[in-house]
């Protein structure tokens, strides 16, 4: 049956009331092409255009033929819930490869991967996508279960917070009683760095899921979140987002190549550092989603944009190695989760992404710079204070940043059976090749060889493809890990700097509080010295009886005022130089006095009682001496 035109499917009824259409989705194809005559292929990705994606009135409804729910589950509302899903993304299953349209890129099995990027984070996609593009016809009662743990996944993994809801950084199989022929689905969650712009969101080259846009926390969407907000879950930072280091700092006022680069590749200047969310859902072998917020989406030409960057650049580094180790036939959609996760984890990286104007060390170290120079100039609270906030952020990039090595260094024990037989088969012919640029050893795992006889030779050496040279291990996994462990190094490099440099301002106020105190101690001088004057003065300035009729000359007021003056002083001086010694001998001398108290009280108790009492005895004495006095 004849396609349905790009331009005219939106006035097709059945997309009116669906919650994911054609325009929301962004496919590319991974081929294995030709290099050169007589030589194994290379890979490159390339995009679907979008009259292949639109499937036409027959295969809307195919997966609604084929699939017999109520073989599948006992559970009413279990079948009532995946009719619906049949329904909404049901024509997902046109797009798997084989199935689709006759495609312009090159033969179905030139073709090893495809990759769907959506711009939503809805916890519903899903598993509308895993329901869309599985294999039905082959594995559907593994499908079946695979889809019931999805639904424990999300609402085990699934937190919530006064900004939204996120997931905890994890990964997942999601069945174990798959076969070892095919690979069982896999869902996977990590957390990245993206920045903000300033103004409006660049148009988009997709239109996204209008629910994208409902800000609240009743929302199922996981909205994006800045760096306070992931850290601060419960707490409102909207009065201390405009204090973040990409808001303070921007060096393209001062320098004006930078201001040209910046406006040539993002159109606007970056503003607030955001913290996003990558989903990669891993439907088979051929098959792989992945999720992000909108606001990865800006224009296609800054390399920005997580789709275009993992096409562009964080693809090339691992086509290389499987190039240069004749891998290039192993490619699946597991081996893409590497491309994509390089694409988020290393966006605002260099050691991942070399030609970035702006990384994120660069800009955390030019602000270190800035208050440094500040420092020396004039240290002030203040500029504690700036040091205390980019500590504090420091501090969440660097605990953001182990949470994805963590989950990068456990990812390989993830793997099932039949990808760890795949792997270890790809391995063993993996060689590190050393670099022509780097001067590692083999101490730092290169080890060099004169010949290589495993390697592809070509008329240009090893390195026959772009970027080659960047990369000092032929592992994909590992050469990202070994990216993210030198950012990592980098920024406790910096936050070691900027505690450095708090320590350094808290000694230099102290020093200044000293010059301040000896200020203030000479205006209390002055101040002493003639608040005597001054009350004398107002005393004999009265207008009153005694004082006007005084026969008494001048040489009284300055007797006066300079006995009063010198009293005062003295007693000010007594108390600012000696206060401490006299409140010491004091309480020295209270102490005292009670210790001899309570020495007096206790011998006093201690006393032995004599017969009769001690009123008895005084008396009797007294009454025998009067008797010897008498006559």
Aim: charged residues 25%; aromatic residues 10%.
């Amino acid at each position: 049956m004849p396609l349905v035109k790009t331009d005219d499917y939106r006035q097709d009824h059945f997309w009116y009331k669906r919650r994911l259409t054609p325009e929301q989705l962004l496919v590319h194809d991974v081929i294995l092409q030709n290099w050169q005559n007589g030589s194994e292929g290379v890979l490159s990705i390339d995009e679907v255009p979008p009259s292949e994606i639109v499937p036409d009135e027959f295969q809307r409804n195919e997966l609604r033929d084929v699939l017999s729910i109520p073989e599948l589950s006992q559970d009413l509302i279990e079948q009532n819930h995946w009719t619906d899903l049949v329904d909404e993304f049901g024509w997902l299953q046109s797009l798997r490869l084989g199935r689709s349209q006759q495609s312009s890129l090159g033969d179905p099995p030139s073709r090893k991967c495809r990759w769907v990027h959506i711009s939503s984070k809805q916890p519903d996609y899903l598993e509308g996508c895993l329901f869309g593009f599985s294999n039905w016809r082959e594995n559907s009662r593994n499908v079946s279960l695979s889809l019931r743990q999805l639904g424990q996944c999300i609402s085990k993994q699934e937190r919530f917070s006064k900004h939204g809801q996120y997931f905890n950084p994890f990964f997942q199989g999601l069945s174990n009683h798959w076969s070892n022929a095919a690979e069982p689905p896999l869902l996977l969650s990590i957390p990245f760095l993206d920045w903000g712009v300033q103004g409006k969101t660049p148009p988009l080259r997709f239109q996204i899921d209008k629910r994208e846009g409902y800000q609240s926390n009743r929302s199922s969407s996981h909205l994006l979140r800045s760096i306070l907000q992931h850290f601060y879950r419960l707490e409102d930072t909207a009065e201390r987002e405009k204090d973040q280091v990409f808001n303070r700092y921007r060096p393209w006022t001062t320098d004006r190549e930078l201001d040209f680069k910046i406006r040539r590749w993002y159109s606007n200047y970056p503003t607030s550092l955001n913290v996003d969310e990558l989903w990669i859902l891993v439907i088979d072998d051929c098959h792989i989603v992945s999720f992000s917020s909108n606001q990865t989406w800006k224009s296609k030409s800054p390399p920005l944009q997580y789709a275009h960057r993992v096409a562009e650049v964080s693809f090339r580094g691992i086509r290389n190695a499987l190039f240069v180790t004749k891998r290039a036939d192993s490619y699946t959609a597991s081996t893409h989760v590497i491309p994509c996760l390089s694409g988020a984890v290393g966006m605002l990286h260099r050691s991942t992404w070399p030609d970035i104007v702006l990384c994120l060390t660069d800009r955390y170290a030019g602000y270190l710079n800035h208050l440094q120079y500040r420092l020396h100039r004039a240290p002030s609270t203040k500029l504690l204070m700036e040091l205390l906030q980019i500590q504090e952020e420091l501090n969440i990039v660097i605990k953001l940043t182990k949470e994805q090595l963590d989950l990068l260094h456990k990812l390989p024990d993830s793997l099932t059976p039949a990808r760890k037989s795949k792997n270890k088969k790809q391995r063993r012919n993996v060689k590190s090749v050393p670099s022509p640029v780097s001067n590692l050893s083999e101490s730092d795992g290169l080890v060099t060889l004169p010949e290589v006889p495993s390697l592809r030779a070509t008329p240009f050496g090893y390195a026959t493809l772009r970027q080659l040279s960047a990369n000092t291990q032929l592992d994909p996994l590992a050469q990202l890990i070994a990216n993210l462990e030198q950012e990592l190094l980098d920024l406790q490099d910096l936050r070691d700097n900027s505690n450095n440099l708090v320590t350094r301002t808290v000694q230099l106020v102290n020093i200044r509080l000293e010059d301040h105190g000896k200020a203030i101690l000479v205006f209390t001088m002055v101040t002493i010295i003639f608040l005597p004057l001054s009350f004398v003065s107002s005393f004999f300035g009265m207008n009153v009886v005694d004082i006007r009729n005084m026969s008494q000359n001048q040489g009284l007021f300055w007797i006066v005022a300079a006995s009063v003056t010198v009293g005062v002083v003295g007693f000010s001086m007594l108390l600012a130089f000696y206060s401490t010694s006299i409140s010491e001998r004091l309480l020295f001398w209270k102490e005292r006095q009670r210790d001899v108290w309570n020495a007096w009280r206790r011998r006093r108790l201690l006393r032995p009682a004599t017969p009769g009492g001690s009123r008895s005895l005084n008396f009797k004495i007294l009454q025998s001496k009067q008797e010897q006095s008498l006559p």
